[in-house]
Nanobody, 121 residues
């Protein structure tokens, strides 16, 4: 059983940066790891994911966000740069052996509790 715990959220100004971490208990080698976000009143949306050697990004974050993983530490990171007001949301870490399609939350079986990211002007 994989358990996920996010950290690193907070309040940041427009144009600033944050790095989120997702610590996993249990073996995550072979799992696809991902990040989703959910703003108030909106559906949970796909942000990015990483397999063993490939990364994917939503168009809205491409070029600004970077996902990475350290399998030795069972940790996944989300580096967020040039943050915008519309990036404000609760960010969730997710894990799944095979998430197809990866953009649908229903295809991911393991979730963290979420961490709040607020971008202010």
């Amino acid at each position: 059983q994989v358990q996920l715990v996010e950290s690193g959220g907070g309040l940041v100004q427009v144009g600033g940066s944050l790095r989120l971490s997702c610590d996993a208990s249990g073996r995550t080698t072979g799992y696809t790891m991902g990040w989703f976000r959910q703003a108030p009143g909106k559906d949970r949306e796909y942000v990015t994911s990483i397999t063993s050697n490939t990364t994917y990004y939503a168009d809205s974050v491409k070029g600004r966000f970077t996902i990475s993983r350290d399998n030795a530490k069972s940790t996944v990171y989300l580096q967020m740069n040039r943050l915008k007001l519309e990036d404000t949301a609760v960010y969730y870490c997710a894990a799944q052996v095979l998430a197809t399609p990866r953009t649908s939350p229903t295809n991911w079986g393991h979730w963290g509790q979420g961490t709040q990211v607020t971008v202010s002007s």
